[in-house]
C-alpha cells in the first residue's frame, strides 16, 4: 500500500490527530535539540533561523496550496462528471424512440439496471466497487450489442447514427469518470513533500522557540492544527470513498425517475 492509499484509507479524524501528534513531537524534538545547544553555551544566530523558519513556512503553505487546488479543481470536474454523465444517459435514453421495438425495449431495460448500479455504488457503504463496475461494463457491451444490431435493421442511416453517437458519449463518460474517481489521485511524490516540509517546519519551530528559551507556546498547537485541517481537507477532496466531500448524485437520481416513466 503507497503513502496514497495509505492516507485516503484512514479516517478523516484519525489521520487529523496523527498530524497533531506528529507535528507536536517534531517540534518537542526540535526544542530538545536547541535547549541541549543552549547548556552547552551553543546559540544559533537570530537572523539565519529567522529566516531559514519563514522560508520553510512559506514554502510550506506554497506546497499546501498549490496541492490543494489541485484536488479542488478535480473535485468540480468528478462533479461536472455527474452532471454530464446523466444527460448522456437521459439524452440516450429519449433517443430510444427513434430505434425498432426490439432493441428499443432491451436498451430501455439495461439503462435502469444501469443508473441503479450507480447510485448503489455512491450510496451504499457496503457495496462490492469491484463487482459494480463490472456489471457496468458488462452492461455497456450488452448495450453495444444491441446498437451493432441495428445495422441489420431497416431504418433511417441519420437516426441510427445520432443513436449509435448518444451511446459512445455515454460509454466515453462513464470510462471518464471511473478514471478520475477511482484512479486519479495526488502522487505520492506530493504527499511526501508535503510531509516532510510540515516535518522541516515544526522542528524549525520547535527549534527556534527554545533558542529564546520558551518552552511553551500557545500558538504552536493552532499552527499544528491548522496545517493538519488543510491536510485532512485534502485528503477528503482526493478521496471519492470519504463522506466530506460526497458528490450529490441528484441529478442521476431525477434521470432514474425519467426512466420509470411510460416514454413512446
Same mark, same amino acid.
Given at each position: 500500500?503507497?503513502?496514497?492509499?495509505?492516507?485516503?484509507?484512514?479516517?478523516?479524524?484519525?489521520?487529523?490527530?496523527?498530524?497533531?501528534?506528529?507535528?507536536?513531537?517534531?517540534?518537542?524534538?526540535?526544542?530538545?535539540?536547541?535547549?541541549?545547544?543552549?547548556?552547552?553555551?551553543?546559540?544559533?544566530?537570530?537572523?539565519?533561523?529567522?529566516?531559514?523558519?519563514?522560508?520553510?513556512?512559506?514554502?510550506?503553505?506554497?506546497?499546501?496550496?498549490?496541492?490543494?487546488?489541485?484536488?479542488?479543481?478535480?473535485?468540480?470536474?468528478?462533479?461536472?462528471?455527474?452532471?454530464?454523465?446523466?444527460?448522456?444517459?437521459?439524452?440516450?435514453?429519449?433517443?430510444?424512440?427513434?430505434?425498432?421495438?426490439?432493441?428499443?425495449?432491451?436498451?430501455?431495460?439495461?439503462?435502469?439496471?444501469?443508473?441503479?448500479?450507480?447510485?448503489?455504488?455512491?450510496?451504499?457503504?457496503?457495496?462490492?466497487? =469491484?463487482?459494480? %463496475?463490472?456489471?457496468?461494463?458488462?452492461?455497456?457491451? &450488452? /448495450?453495444?450489442?444491441?446498437?451493432? $444490431?441495428?445495422? +441489420?435493421?431497416?431504418?433511417?442511416?441519420?437516426?441510427?447514427?445520432?443513436?449509435?453517437?448518444?451511446?459512445?458519449?455515454?460509454?466515453?463518460?462513464?470510462?471518464?469518470?471511473?478514471?478520475?474517481?477511482?484512479?486519479?489521485?495526488?502522487?505520492?511524490?506530493?504527499?511526501?513533500?508535503?510531509?516532510?516540509?510540515?516535518?522541516?517546519?515544526?522542528?524549525?519551530?520547535?527549534?527556534?522557540?527554545?533558542?529564546?528559551?520558551?518552552?511553551?507556546?500557545?500558538?504552536? =498547537?493552532?499552527? %499544528?492544527?491548522?496545517?493538519?485541517?488543510?491536510?485532512? &481537507? /485534502?485528503?477528503?477532496?482526493?478521496? $471519492?470513498?470519504? +463522506?466530506?466531500?460526497?458528490?450529490?448524485?441528484?441529478?442521476?437520481?431525477?434521470?432514474?425517475?425519467?426512466?420509470?416513466?411510460?416514454?413512446?
Amino acid at each position: 500500500m503507497n503513502i496514497t492509499s495509505f492516507i485516503n484509507f484512514m479516517p478523516s479524524w484519525m489521520l487529523f490527530i496523527l498530524i497533531i501528534i506528529v507535528g507536536m513531537l517534531i517540534a518537542e524534538a526540535g526544542a530538545y535539540i536547541a535547549g541541549k545547544r543552549l547548556q552547552k553555551g551553543e546559540k544559533e544566530p537570530d537572523t539565519p533561523v529567522n529566516s531559514a523558519l519563514g522560508a520553510m513556512l512559506a514554502l510550506l503553505g506554497f506546497m499546501l496550496g498549490f496541492t490543494f487546488s489541485i484536488t479542488a479543481n478535480r473535485f468540480a470536474e468528478r462533479r461536472e462528471l455527474v452532471i454530464r454523465q446523466a444527460n448522456a444517459i437521459g439524452t440516450c435514453y429519449l433517443r430510444t424512440s427513434m430505434i425498432p421495438e426490439r432493441q428499443k425495449s432491451e436498451v430501455r431495460k439495461l439503462f435502469r439496471e444501469y443508473v441503479d448500479n450507480l447510485l448503489q455504488i455512491q450510496k451504499t457503504e457496503n457495496v462490492n466497487v =469491484p463487482k459494480s %463496475i463490472s456489471r457496468m461494463n458488462d452492461i455497456h457491451l &450488452l /448495450i453495444w450489442n444491441q446498437t451493432a $444490431s441495428l445495422a +441489420k435493421e431497416d431504418m433511417d442511416s441519420e437516426l441510427r447514427s445520432l443513436f449509435t453517437s448518444s451511446v459512445n458519449e455515454v460509454i466515453d463518460i462513464a470510462s471518464e469518470r471511473e478514471t478520475i474517481a477511482l484512479l486519479v489521485r495526488i502522487p505520492s511524490i506530493l504527499w511526501i513533500s508535503l510531509i516532510a516540509l510540515f516535518i522541516m517546519s515544526m522542528f524549525l519551530v520547535g527549534y527556534q522557540i527554545a533558542s529564546f528559551d520558551i518552552r511553551r507556546i500557545y500558538s504552536l =498547537p493552532l499552527l %499544528i492544527g491548522a496545517v493538519a485541517m488543510v491536510l485532512v &481537507l /485534502i485528503a477528503e477532496m482526493d478521496s $471519492s470513498e470519504k +463522506k466530506g466531500f460526497r458528490i450529490s448524485q441528484k441529478p442521476l437520481e431525477n434521470v432514474r425517475e425519467m426512466l420509470q416513466t411510460n416514454i413512446p
